[in-house]
């Protein structure tokens, strides 16, 4: 059982910045992958951003030079810095481990970008 901490999300306006964490425990080994998708409604989920053990980040083509991911191996948490938001950035972000061929998601946090 793996366990997921996602404080972070909420309402911002258009230009502005949030920052998310996600901090993974319980019965996780050999951790691939951390990251963030998202799912706004109506509309299939998302990669926003991973981190690979080869150091390896793969943004989304939509948030490149916007947000930026972060990792501490060493606590098993992953956190997404989101700069200039925009109203497209709306949605559910949900944290994501894949450890030992599979794959865990978070309950997700809303983030809302609106005037």
């Known amino acids: 059982q793996v366990q997921f901490v996602e404080p972070g999300g909420g309402l911002v306006q258009p230009g502005g910045s949030l920052r998310l964490s996600c901090a993974a425990s319980g019965n996780i080994f050999r951790i691939y992958s951390m990251g963030w998708y998202r799912q706004a409604p109506e509309k299939q989920r998302e990669l926003v951003a991973t981190?690979?053990?080869?150091?390896?980040?793969n943004y989304a083509d939509s948030v490149k030079g916007r947000f930026t991911l972060s990792r501490d191996n060493a606590k098993n948490t992953v956190d997404l810095q989101m700069n200039s938001l925009k109203p497209e950035d709306t949605a559910v972000y949900y944290c994501?481990?894949?450890?030992?061929?599979?794959?865990?998601w978070g309950q997700g946090t809303q983030v809302t970008v609106s005037s």
């Open positions: 994501n481990v894949v450890a030992g061929g599979k794959g865990y």
């Open positions: 981190l690979t053990n080869g150091l390896r980040i």
